[in-house]
Structures are given as C-alpha cells and as structure tokens.
C-alpha cells in the first residue's frame, strides 16, 4: 500500500513543481522521492556450503536409492518423444533440517520432463546437514532409451 502514494508523489512531483513561479528553487530544496525494495525474508547470514566426504556420498546415495519417480517421469515422456534423452542437472538446497528447499534445473530440452524431476526432487528429505546449515547440491541426471531387447 506503500508504493501507490509514492507512485502518486513520483508522477505528481514534476507537474507540481512546474506550477510554482519559483519552480526551480523548491526543486532543489524538496528530497527526491527514493524507493528501496526489501525482501521478506532477513538475509542468511552463513553462505551456502557444498558436501563432501561422507556426506556427499549419503546424498548420492539417497538420490539412487530414491530415483524411482525420476525414471518414472523420463519413461513417460519417452512415450510422447521417443528420441528422448541427454542431461539434466538438478541444483537444490537442502536446508538444515534436511528438507529441500529449492530446485532448479537445466541441460535437457524438455519442460514436461523438467519439472516432473523437480517436482521429485522437492520431495527430498536428507540427513541434517553435518554443518548445522544449508547445503548446495547439482546432480547430474543422463537420461536415454533403453536398447530394444
């Protein structure tokens, strides 16, 4: 509700200043109207960390033993593309208490294929982080028909 006065004091400065016989004058002593955009949410303080040792190969790990859904999405869309395949790259968070909570991805042409691993991915639940904090992960997936038998 902030922004309308503001917009209406951006958009009514100009017009009100040029009325005035001494326009030039109360310009210069009036501040500029400003905006500044603050997110909702308070800055992390600690950066994103990156696995490693035993806690990147628990992550790989879990991502094997739980990819079922994300072959489950590829065979469906091999029914509409039966061509298919290349690599996907998953990159999430995994927060402190070991949920997933973002996901993005890249590297495959395909949108539907795209957002059903991620719609998965989403549904990840890790160990707690060993820091206490958030980890950063990129997963590569590579995806292609099986051969005929």
Known sequence: ???VPLLLLLAAGPAAADSTPDAGAAQKERPKPSLTVESED???SAPLAYPDGAEKL??????????????????????ERPTLQG??????????????????AEGISDREL????LNVVRKFEFERPVSGGKLRIAYPFK???RPAR
């Open 1 to 3: 509700m902030v922004c």
């Open 42 to 44: 308070p800055p992390d």
């Open 58 to 79: 628990a992550i790989r790990d879990y991502i094997i033993d739980n990819s079922g859904p994300i072959r489950e999405c590829y065979e469906k869309r091999l029914l």
């Open 87 to 104: 690599k996907l790259v998953a990159r999430f968070d995994i927060g402190p208490n070991g949920k997933v909570i973002g996901a993005t």
């Open 114 to 117: 795209i957002l059903c691993v």
């Open 143 to 145: 995806f292609e028909p």
